[in-house]
């Protein structure tokens, strides 16, 4: 058996996190009060901000950004590529709010930084660009093959404090209800690369 053709997904760690957690969650109330009304796309419920803080330096894009240039530079990207942030947003769901499913259109990669996550905020999941076309095939392997070579329908993953997570941004994704009583806070960032 091989696998062939896979969907990759990188999962990278936030250097120093802990320390910076209060800054960064000060910063996104800090600008909720500034635009209580945010914008909705796959928001159902929660705020979300306007995409433009890739625009001017602040916590959070040099957090985001540092963290991928460090992670890209170690033998994952060609660097001599220019890597474009094509919006940059926050995101609070409330107890009740989730993320409908939805892909990042007009881009290479998407990602999720997870800022606040209490248990039971809601996972994040991502939907198999397979599972239309081998959905027969996926619900005959044995439970044990599937574990072995990820081959799933749809595929959850706990949104870890202090991690961001990249994926080809045509997968379609979703965030399932938020069930705890304090914010589940996250950034999203889209990214381009020029060739």
């Excluded at 914008?39 to 959070?60: A, E, H, R, V």
């Excluded at 005959?140 to 959850?156: D, H, I, L, M, Q």
Aim: charge should be negative; proline fraction near 5%; hydrophobic fraction near 30%.
């Amino acid at each position: 058996m091989k696998l062939l053709f896979p969907t990759v997904i990188h999962e990278l760690k936030v250097d120093n996190f802990g320390s910076i957690k209060k800054d960064l969650v000060n910063f996104v109330y800090e600008e909720r009060e500034k635009d209580p009304q945010g914008l909705k796309f796959s928001n159902m419920g929660g705020w979300q901000s306007q995409p433009t803080y890739k625009d001017y330096d602040n916590i959070l894009f040099s957090t985001v950004k540092n963290t991928l240039m460090t992670y890209f530079s170690q033998n994952v990207l060609d660097m001599s590529k220019e890597i474009v942030f094509e919006g940059l947003w926050m995101n609070i769901n409330k107890k009740g709010d989730y993320n409908a499913t939805h892909d990042h259109p007009n881009c290479h990669m998407a990602g999720a930084f997870w800022i606040n996550s209490p248990e039971g905020c809601g996972n994040f999941e991502c939907q198999s660009p397979h599972s239309y076309n081998c959905g027969q095939e996926i619900s005959v392997y044995t439970p044990n093959f599937r574990e072995k070579t990820n081959s799933y329908g749809s595929y959850g993953f706990l949104p870890i404090e202090g991690s961001i997570m990249l994926f080809p941004a045509s997968l379609n994704h979703r965030v399932t209800p938020n069930q705890s009583d304090e914010d589940r806070i996250s950034s999203s960032f889209n990214l381009t690369f020029k060739i």
